[in-house]
C-alpha cells in the first residue's frame, strides 16, 4: 500500500510541476495566464523591486539548499528516500507559482527591443531556454 501511496504522490506531485512550468512560461512571455509578469496592480517601483527580488531569493534558495548533498541527508532522515526527489519537485513547483501569485509589476519599461526581428530572436530564445530547463528538469 505504501508503495502505490508515493506512486499517488509522485503523480500529484509531477502534474503540479507540469502546471507550474507551463504557467511559468505563460507568466515570462505574457500570454495565455490571468496573471503575467507585466500585469496586475501596480506598485511603488521601490516596493516591486523589493517585493520580486525577495520572490526571486526564495526560488534561488530552495532551489540551492534542497539541491545539497547535506541537506538531502538530513532531509531523508524525516522523507522516505523513495519519495525525497518527488517532495523536491512539489516544493520546487510551489515556490516556482509563488512568484507567478505574487509578482509585482514595474509600473515603467525597464527593458524594450524596437527592432522586430531582434525581438523575435530573443522570443525564440527564451523557449529554447524553456526547452532546456524542463530536459534538466
Known sequence: ?????????????????????LYAIGFVENMLVP?????GATWPIIEAVI?????MSIFAIQHSVMARRQFKAWWTRSVPASVERTT??????LVQLL???QWRPIPSIVWHVGN???????IVLSFVGFIVA???A
Open 1 to 21: 500500500m505504501s508503495r502505490f501511496i508515493a506512486f499517488l504522490y509522485g503523480l500529484v506531485a509531477y502534474a503540479v510541476f507540469f502546471v507550474a512550468f
Open 99 to 101: 512568484p507567478c501569485w
Open 116 to 122: 522586430p526581428q531582434l525581438a523575435s530572436a530573443i
Open 51 to 55: 517585493v520580486n527580488l525577495v520572490l
Open 35 to 39: 496573471k503575467s509578469i507585466d500585469s
Open 134 to 136: 524542463s530536459w534538466a
Open 88 to 93: 523536491y519537485v512539489l516544493l520546487a513547483s
